[in-house]
């Protein structure tokens, strides 16, 4: 099973506000720990909402606002993809992740839909991925 651990973001990370070198220094850790036991599929972070935008469709009408946006409880500051066996698995790693940041911290864990594929699906995706990692 797939897991989204979504990192909420707060004041300081949407003022832009960098984590501290020791914050960076525990969560280089913890993705490690995650590295080694074979459940990090993917990790980062993302940028202040300032930084973004919000398409809205309504009909055929495409409506884009740009950030930030206020409603700092409901964005999202970073993520981490993993694969484990379980829900409980899932929730025991972030668990583990208590302490990294010096202040409350919220995260959301969402399983994530994996649908069944045919050799030509998977086929493709892996050409996908293999332009993707070339193009950067």
Do not use: C
């Not at 990192?7 to 220094?25: F, M, N, R």
């Not at 930084?51 to 950030?67: P, S």
């Not at 829900?87 to 995260?107: F, M, N, Q, S, Y």
């Amino acid at each position: 099973m797939q897991f989204m651990i979504i990192l909420k973001a707060t004041k300081d990370s949407e003022a832009g506000v960098p984590p501290s070198g020791d914050t960076i220094a525990k969560m280089i850790k913890f993705n490690e720990e995650m590295v080694k036991a074979g459940v990090l599929i993917d990790a980062g972070g993302l940028y202040p909402s300032s930084h973004g935008a919000r398409v809205r469709f309504k009909g055929n009408k495409a409506t884009v606002t740009d950030g930030p946006f206020t409603e700092t409880k409901e964005l999202v500051a970073g993520y981490w993809l993993i694969k484990t066996k379980s829900k409980e698995e899932a929730i025991e790693w972030v668990k583990r992740v208590h302490g990294v940041w010096p202040e409350d911290t919220e995260l959301e864990i969402r399983r994530a839909v994996e649908f069944e594929t045919s050799p030509e699906i998977e086929e493709q995706a892996a050409k996908n991925r293999t332009q993707t990692a070339a193009a950067r």
